[in-house]
Nanobody, 115 residues
């Protein structure tokens, strides 16, 4: 069964850090574009960061300089290091894997940042 499993979410105070991890199973994601999205209550899901096979990454303006996406293809994983967290970063964070127009989603992990 092909699936993505996120981990690492939790509750943190503003200014703190969290590291999210996403592990793919049942498939190899070396050639896929991997990304993290988030969805806050009452808002649409938005792209946080994505990383392509070359390792080049793109970030939402709201997280530039604070978040870092990385991938370890040998382990079929992608991570999101989140520093200087703000209350507005509170959301469910989803991992995605995209190739040839097909996107696979994880179940999401909750990140809550208290002020």
């Amino acid at each position: 069964q092909v699936q993505l499993a996120e981990s690492g979410g939790g509750l943190v105070h503003a200014g703190g850090s969290l590291r999210l991890s996403c592990a793919a199973s049942g498939t190899i994601v070396s050639f896929n574009t991997m990304a993290w999205y988030r969805q806050a209550p009452g808002k649409q899901r938005e792209l946080v960061a994505e990383i392509i096979t070359s390792g080049n990454a793109n970030y939402a303006d709201s997280v530039k300089g604070r978040f870092t996406i990385s991938r370890t293809d040998a382990k079929n994983t992608v991570n999101l290091q989140m520093n200087s967290l703000k209350p507005e970063d509170t959301a469910v964070y989803y991992c995605s894997s995209r190739i040839f127009g097909t996107t696979l989603w994880g179940q999401g992990t909750q990140v809550t940042v208290s002020s």
